[in-house]
């Protein structure tokens, strides 16, 4: 199976970064896409941005210009750099990959997801 560990949430004020880490552990053959997702009291799970093992990049409208999604390939680490924090980031970010893993015959796919940290943007 596969383990999905994110960190580096917490309190911030308006205006402020925060960068959150997640690695990827476990029975993996490769990782393709990787993710960050948000959830915000009371609303639907959302994209926040996504990274391909190629390092292409995707943000939804909201963060463009803000965040950056970066990922380390060799550490199985995806990261996500936040500036100029709102308010309405705050929310639970949630790491999500799409992982081949190892089995007793060829690799299978698995989606994986982390288990949230909460980022709360103050004004």
């Known amino acids: 199976q596969v383990q999905l560990v994110e960190s580096g949430g917490g309190l911030v004020q308006f205006g402020g970064s925060l960068r959150l880490s997640c690695v990827a552990s476990?029975?993996?053959?490769?990782?393709?896409?990787m993710a960050w997702y948000r959830q915000a009291p009371g609303k639907q799970r959302e994209l926040v941005a996504d990274?391909?093992?190629?390092?292409?990049?995707n943000y939804a409208d909201s963060v463009k210009g803000r965040f950056t999604i970066s990922r380390n390939n060799a550490k199985n680490t995806v990261y996500l750099q936040m500036n100029s924090l709102k308010p309405e980031d705050t929310g639970v970010y949630y790491c999500?990959?799409?992982?081949?893993?190892?089995?007793?015959?060829?690799?299978?796919?698995?989606?994986?997801w982390g288990q949230g940290t909460q980022v709360t943007v103050s004004s």
């Open positions: 990274i391909t093992s190629g390092g292409s990049t």
């Open positions: 476990g029975s993996i053959f490769s990782i393709n896409d």
């Open positions: 999500k990959a799409d992982v081949l893993v190892f089995t007793s015959m060829i690799p299978q796919p698995l989606v994986s």
